[in-house]
Each structure stands twice: as structure tokens, then as C-alpha cells.
């Protein structure tokens, strides 16, 4: 892990990925598709193939048992997306959540006009300036549309990236509502009655993972950037002087779930937000980044912040209910401090994928050279445990095959792969491609002996057991 501010990229050349080759796997084996495709698609928006819901229900499962089921101090939620327009008055997201716009007059084109003073510019901290210097800026250098080279470009204003909609049949006499643009505020609004229910008493957090909505306009990089995001957040409470001390841990519980999802270390650090880019509601917070193949770079992956008692504080005052925690060995009330750990799902399969993608100079079976692809996925994560490959469509294997692909669903409770066209290297290849783990082969030999062979994807290692003993085998290697 590298853990220190502006370090320069390490030496990638050793790595097989770029987002072209996972963008194009994605699609080819059922992963991701575009969105909307056969309309032309809609810009950053995806659809979850048969394999990507399997390995995205699995990154979701594994986080909720690391950081809910597992811990006794952890309770689960699951708010709705619409809520109270009052909420996002009182969080400050109808006043802070916006990008500042400019439009360009002749081609209709809008742009981030922080991106675009820095990355046209060449201003460093655009990201902290207000429209006006934005604004101040592009005249300045009299800058062109990077679309159409005119000089027509509007000032910049700010443009809120929640989506609205209508509660009602008519838009005019409705009530505005907005798709939440993050799961947090929906355990705040709930915490009066957590408290009231659950027995809690601090420190202790709720887990949440749900879908948030974020009018973005910038290029999305595949999944990085989308309209429709899913987010595994935490809100912790603590008493506030523990607020530091519960930041640490959980900055540790951060490090430990990069390392079991299997992202490499090198390819993550933690970055620090400096006084001016600290948020309006926390008093610290850290980028978790990962290092993306290409021009794209180091890029945020999750967040760590000390949002104080803002939120709480902020619904108390715009609702009206008292919020306070009692404290019953203290004999006080107070507003608790909450610390923030932050995960996106689309983001986490993305760099699952990215980590996992690995080329190997071979041969195939005429000794010509050939390249095998693999996703070195953990067998948690892999969308299939095991395939069941009988090595002949004839009725004798195929029964055998059958039975036993049956049975491995039923025992692992997760999918299995079955497959029974091609050669059996054609088949190998396959499963590799999209991360199976095991491939179990029944041959002519298994009518006597009853057994199989069971190949290992990462080192194409194979090794004869017994039929019988195939459950526990695979159940042993893919916890
Ligand atoms: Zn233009």
C-alpha cells in the first residue's frame, strides 16, 4: 500500500489490463453490457450482464458479512431512494451538490468548467475556484469550445447534479422530489428510530447498500463514472472525542478489505484531503485511490470522513426532533460524531476486474504461440465456483456430468458452470476467461475408478479425486 501524497506511478509494464481489453470482455462474455444498446446506448449508463450480477452479488455479500454479520456493533438498513425534499435542504445538497457548467452557444456542448480551465488551462487548483473566477479564467485566455473550436462559451454557473422528479400525475400541480444522490442520509433520518429500536449504544455503526443517482456530464471511463451508481456506505457513531480514534480504525478496516477483495497493493493508495478540499460537512477525510491502467491514472476508489455531528445536527434542527443520545453513565445527552466509510460497488468490480485480468505467452495444441487469458478472480469473488466439463458429449458422461453439476450447485449454493461443446482446451480457456476457479473433468476413466480430474485455473495444475470427495474439495478452496 502506498500511503503518501503525489507518489509517482510504479512501473506498470508488467500488467496485462487496459480498460479497452476489460471494456471489451465485459461485453463479449456477458459482464457488462451498454446500456440502452440496441438504441445507440445513453451515455454512462450500463447494464450488469448474467456474469457481472453474479460477481457484483458477491462483492455486496462479502461486504455485508465482513462489516454487518460479522460485528456485534453493526446493524443493517435499507432506505428508500426518494425522500423528504426537506432532507436535501437540511444535508446541504441543494445548495452544495453542483459542478460549475459552461455551455458552448454554437454546438449546444456543455462542459466542467473546472475541467476545462485545468485540463486546457493548465490551473492546478481549479477544482476550489467559484464560477465567477472560472468565468474570469476562460475569458482571460479566450478560450474555444473543445468540441467545436468557436469562441462561444457561456459563463460558468453552478448546476445541481441531483435528478428530480414528480410525485403525482401532473408535473405543475405535483410535489418535487429528488433520486437520492447518496445513501447516507436515509440512516440520519433513521437514526431516532435505530435508536428507539435496537438496544444500540455507542459506539455503533449501520450498514447500507443501495443505488444514488448523479447528473454527471464528465466522459464516464466505462463503469468509473455512471448516472446510476450503487454505494456500500457506513455511518459510525461515536462519542466525539472518540471521533479520531474510531477514523484510525476504520482506516484499518478500509486496508484490510483492499487486501481480501485481492487488489494489488501497489495499485492503491491513501491520499489525504488538504483544509481547502475538505468537504463542508467533515473535519478530515481520505481518498482511497487506485492506480487505472492508461491516461486515466490515480482515481478515487473510497472515502474515509469525520463528518463530525453536521448531519445530525443539521436534522435536528431543520425537523424539529431531538436527536440527542443519552448517555446513561454520563447522565448527559449530546449529539454523537459520526465517521464515514465509503465504498462504491461499480468502482470495486471495476478494479476487481482491472486486478485480476492477466495474459500468458503459451502454446496451443499445434505448438504455435498463443495467449491465454485468465481473471485471476478469488474464488469468493468468481461469478461461477467450479465447471463441470465431461470430456465427450456421449449420454454415459453426460449423465455422470449432470448429477454432479446438480449436486456442486446445491452444496457450494452458487452457480456452477456447465459445459459440453468444444475441445476440452477450448473449454479450459473459456472458464479462465471469466475467473472460474476449478474445472471438473469426466472422462472414460470416471466409469471406472469414480473419479475425476479437477484443474486449478491459476496454475493449470490437475489432480485426480474421487467423486464423492468433490464438495468438500471445492468448498475447502473457495471460502
Ligand atoms: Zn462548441
Not at 476440452?424 to 466409469?447: A, M, N
Request: hydrophobic share 40%.
Amino acid at each position: 500500500m502506498i500511503d503518501v501524497q503525489n507518489q509517482t506511478a510504479p512501473n506498470t509494464k508488467d500488467r496485462a489490463a487496459t480498460m479497452d481489453k476489460i471494456v471489451a470482455l465485459s461485453k463479449r462474455r456477458g459482464f457488462v453490457f451498454p446500456g440502452s444498446d440496441i438504441y445507440g446506448g445513453l451515455a454512462n449508463t450500463w447494464d450488469y450482464g448474467p456474469l457481472g450480477v453474479e460477481l457484483k452479488n458477491n462483492i455486496k455479500r462479502l461486504w455485508w458479512r465482513t462489516f454487518v454479520h460479522l460485528r456485534r456493533d453493526m446493524v443493517g438498513l435499507d432506505a428508500g431512494i426518494l425522500m423528504h425534499p426537506r432532507v436535501w435542504e437540511a444535508s446541504g445538497h441543494v445548495v452544495n451538490f453542483t459542478d460549475p457548467l459552461v455551455d458552448c452557444k454554437t454546438c449546444k456542448a456543455r462542459f466542467r468548467a473546472d475541467h476545462l480551465v485545468e485540463e486546457r488551462l493548465g490551473v492546478v487548483d481549479a477544482a476550489e475556484k467559484s464560477p465567477d473566477e472560472l468565468t474570469a479564467l476562460i475569458r482571460a485566455a479566450n478560450s474555444p469550445c473543445p468540441n467545436c473550436g468557436n469562441r462561444t462559451l457561456t459563463d460558468a454557473r453552478r448546476f445541481n447534479m441531483m435528478f428530480q422528479t414528480t410525485i403525482g400525475p401532473v408535473s405543475e400541480t405535483g410535489t418535487p422530489v429528488y433520486l437520492r444522490p447518496e445513501t447516507a442520509q436515509g440512516i440520519f433520518v433513521q437514526y431516532k428510530n435505530l435508536l428507539a429500536t435496537q438496544r444500540v449504544k455507542l459506539p455503533f455503526g449501520v450498514g447500507q447498500i443501495g443505488k444514488a443517482f448523479r447528473n454527471e456530464i464528465t466522459p464516464g471511463n466505462f463503469i468509473f463514472r455512471v448516472l446510476e451508481l450503487e454505494q456500500m456506505e457506513i455511518e459510525y457513531f461515536v462519542k466525539p472525542e472518540e471521533g479520531p480514534a474510531a477514523f484510525e480504525a476504520w482506516l484499518a478496516e478500509m486496508h484490510a478489505w483492499v487486501a481480501l477483495i485481492g487488489l494489488r497493493d501497489d495499485h492503491v493508495r491513501v491520499r489525504e484531503h488538504g483544509k481547502e478540499e475538505l468537504s463542508h460537512y467533515s473535519s478530515r477525510t481520505l481518498d482511497f485511490e487506485y492506480l487505472f491502467p492508461g491516461t486515466m491514472g490515480w482515481r478515487e476508489l473510497y472515502g474515509l470522513a469525520n463528518r463530525t455531528d453536521f448531519d445530525l445536527r443539521s436534522h435536528q434542527e431543520a425537523s424539529g426532533e431531538d436527536l440527542r443520545y443519552f448517555d446513561q453513565a454520563a447522565n448527559t445527552r449530546y449529539l454523537p460524531h459520526v465517521i464515514e466509510p465509503t465504498f462504491g460497488v461499480d468502482r470495486t468490480f471495476l478494479t476487481v476486474l482491472l486486478d485480476a485480468y492477466d495474459e500468458e505467452e503459451t502454446v496451443d495444441v499445434n505448438g504455435k504461440p498463443d495467449t491465454r487469458v485468465l481473471l485471476r478472480l478469488s474464488p469468493r469473488l468468481a461469478p461461477f465456483k467450479a465447471a463441470v466439463l465431461p470430456l465427450a458429449k456421449k449420454p454415459e458422461l453426460t449423465t455422470v456430468a449432470t448429477s454432479l453439476f446438480e449436486t456442486l450447485q446445491a452444496e457450494l449454493d452458487a452457480p456452477v458452470g456447465y459445459d459440453e461443446t468444444a475441445n476440452i482446451g477450448k473449454r479450459y480457456r473459456r472458464q479462465d476467461e471469466i475467473g472460474t476457479p476449478f474445472c471438473v473433468t469426466v472422462d472414460f476413466d470416471t466409469l471406472a475408478d469414480q473419479a475425476v480430474t479437477i484443474r486449478d485455473r491459476d496454475t493449470t495444475a490437475q489432480e485426480r479425486i474421487p467423486i464423492a470427495d468433490v464438495p468438500s474439495y471445492l468448498r475447502e478452496r473457495i471460502r
